[in-house]
């Protein structure tokens, strides 16, 4: 009987191990252990809209400015990993623009000399959502307010992806308060910043909203006779 009963159990072992197997298989894991889909390596160009909050050296707040813009994204070939798949990833380009009325125009690009690298990660039978985080080392540039810097403490946003490539998945920083340095010395933070990768239509769109805003505010200043530069650091909206 007991003889019986072991054989039992490992035929019982075996049809589990069997199960698992074919469910792994249904789920669409391939030989190689990864989810199909997923993107190989190679370089996609996007569009993104963000949202960056930003104060002076002094910590004093400024204002909170759309951006829109493009960039490119570098990926690394597909891996495992404990407990799932990744992708690595590096921005290779990113040229972002905005304005505001408080703060005047605002340019954002890659700082030449830090890398601005990232990773996806999910797990393997259900490959989405994912998870992703970069971390962004940028130049700023807000004339109007004097705001011209880098940052050295990386700019860590992080969220999940519904799907690659992500289309309207927000990234938010953290933590914040992140300064912005030239020759050494802080000029300003960025207290906050939030971003999603959108389709080109919803950029166009942003791009056009970005230059009417501005438009209307070169409008204002013609008929009330100020230059641009004397508009109040904390004028109400």
């Known amino acids: 009987m007991k003889r019986w009963q072991e054989r039992t159990l490992w035929a019982a072992a075996v049809c589990g191990a069997l199960g698992l197997w074919a469910t792994v298989q249904a789920q669409g894991i391939n030989n190689g252990g990864l989810p199909p889909g997923l993107p190989p390596a190679g370089t996609s160009p996007g569009f993104i ?33 404990p407990g799932g798949w990744a992708i690595p990833n590096e921005i290779v380009s990113l040229k972002l623009h905005g304005f505001d ?14 890398p601005s690298r990232g990773e996806i990660r999910g797990p393997l039978l259900t490959p989405f959502p994912a998870t992703a985080f970069y971390d962004f080392f940028v130049e700023g540039n ?16 992080e969220g999940p992806l519904r799907t690659l490539p992500s289309v309207d998945d927000t990234l938010v920083l953290t933590p914040t308060h992140i300064p912005l340095l030239n020759n050494g010395s802080v000029t300003g933070y960025v207290d906050d910043l939030r971003g999603s990768c959108v389709a080109a239509s919803t950029a166009i769109i942003k791009d056009e909203l970005i230059h009417m805003q501005r438009d209307i505010h070169d409008i204002g200043d013609q008929v009330f006779g100020y230059p641009v530069q004397e508009v109040p650091p904390f004028a109400p909206r």
């Open 49 to 81: 809209i963000a949202q960056v909050a930003l104060s002076d050296a002094q910590s004093h707040p400024l204002g909170r400015v759309d951006v829109e813009g493009s960039l490119d994204i570098a990926r690394g070939e597909p891996r495992r990993v």
């Open 142 to 157: 807000a004339p109007w307010r004097g705001l011209i810097g880098h940052n050295e403490v990386p700019l860590h946003v």
């Open 101 to 114: 009325d408080c703060v005047g125009p605002v340019t954002i690009k890659l700082y030449a000399f830090r």
